[in-house]
């Protein structure tokens, strides 16, 4: 089945203490993208990498690190994580035609809280 | 300035009836054009793409107006199982940046 999993799906953590959301998809896809969606700000982009070593910054990278080593792996990093990373986190996928990425597929998410 | 407004709704519709959503976005240089559905708590999944003549997929009619910078979601004879947030999406240029509306909340009542 293709799909984008993601895991944790649940995490509560403190400040300051180290954590990795993994994302995989199976589908060998390009292009993939982390989100974080909070109420009234709706889906905001992160990170996204358009292929192996190749990661840019999205709209709120601060406070964030990825990498791409693999193709199907995609790990969000919270090297010291604070209150207001609290928030709910979704991976994407998706190939690359001449205009750029086209159709995303989500994974289920993750809702991380931090104390 | 956000790169992409939408009414937040609620829209309570009856069963039945067409409903029209509409995001605005700010950036003229815009690419590509998407309508995504999110169910409660649940990941986004594709709608449909917004093509610059209109497409349509069964029910749904998706229209872009770049010279109003404008796209529409229209949702005929409305079922019980379209109730759900609508978000808007838009990419720049490169066409590999996304951005997303808030979403627009429907309601459909029996």
């Known amino acids: 089945e293709a799909q984008v999993t993601q895991n944790p799906r649940y995490l509560i953590t403190v400040t300051g203490k180290k954590l990795t959301v993994t994302c995989s998809q199976n589908?060998?896809?390009?292009?993939m993208s982390w989100y974080r969606q909070d109420p009234g700000l709706g889906l905001r982009q992160i990170y996204y990498?358009?292929?192996?070593?190749?990661?840019d910054k999205g709209d709120v990278p601060e406070g964030y690190k990825v990498s791409r080593k693999e193709k199907r792996n995609f790990p969000l990093i919270l090297e010291s994580p604070s209150p207001n990373q609290t928030s709910l986190y979704f991976c994407?996928?998706?190939?690359?035609?001449?205009?750029?990425?086209?159709?995303?597929?989500f994974g289920p998410g993750t809702r991380l809280t931090v104390t | 300035r956000k790169e992409v407004e939408q009414d937040p709704g609620p829209f309570n519709v009856p069963e039945g009836a067409t409903v029209a959503f509409n995001c605005t976005y700010s950036?003229?240089?815009?690419?590509?054009f998407f309508w995504y559905r999110q169910d409660c708590r649940k990941e986004p999944k594709l709608l449909m793409s917004?093509?610059?003549s209109g497409n349509e997929d069964g029910r749904f009619t998706a229209q872009l107006n770049r010279a109003s910078q404008y796209i529409s979601l229209l949702i005929r004879d409305s079922k019980l199982s379209d109730s759900a947030t609508y978000l808007c999406?838009?990419?720049?240029?490169?066409?590999?940046?996304?951005?997303f509306g808030t979403g627009t909340s429907l309601t459909v009542i029996p």
């Open positions: 994407a996928s998706s190939f690359i035609s001449p205009t750029g990425a086209g159709e995303q597929y």
């Open positions: 589908m060998n896809h390009e292009y």
């Open positions: 990498s358009m292929n192996v070593e190749v990661t």
């Open positions: 950036n003229s240089a815009s690419q590509s």
């Open positions: 917004v093509y610059s």
């Open positions: 999406v838009v990419t720049l240029t490169t066409g590999n940046q996304f951005y």
